[in-house]
């Protein structure tokens, strides 16, 4: 089991940009590849971003390709979205999972663990 925290959401004004940051604890992060989703009320969970379990191998949405950046400390059992150049689309609810499947596809139900997700609000 690993419990996950999220931090770091925000109002932030369109161009600006936020750190969010994912504390894992429970059992042996490392080993988890880790994802970030988001999600807006009335629509379905989005895939943002995954990262491997080494930090080796990234993927992101065609959405936010160049602008945000998945990254993890292993050491620290902390995972990373830095997100830049953001828009008022961006606007969501941005949770941590943990995958339950080794690079999984981007469907939420590839993963197994999730935090209760942050706020962010990026205004025009």
């Known amino acids: 089991q690993v419990q996950l925290v999220e931090s770091g959401g925000g109002l932030v004004q369109a161009g600006g940009s936020l750190r969010l940051s994912c504390a894992a604890s429970g059992r042996t992060f490392s080993i988890y590849d880790m994802g970030w989703f988001r999600q807006v009320p009335g629509k379905e969970r989005e895939f943002v971003a995954v990262?491997?379990?080494?930090?080796?191998?990234?993927d992101y949405a065609d959405s936010v390709k160049g602008r945000f950046t998945i990254s993890r400390d292993n050491a620290k059992d902390m995972v990373y979205l830095q997100t830049s150049s953001l828009k008022p689309e961006d606007t969501a609810t941005y949770y941590c999972?943990?995958?339950?499947?080794?690079?999984?596809?981007?469907?939420?139900?590839?993963?197994?663990?999730w935090g209760q997700g942050t706020q962010v609000t990026v205004s025009s």
């Open positions: 990262i491997d379990w080494s930090g080796a191998k990234t």
């Open positions: 999972a943990g995958a339950i499947e080794r690079w999984p596809s981007p469907a939420p139900g590839d993963y197994g663990y």
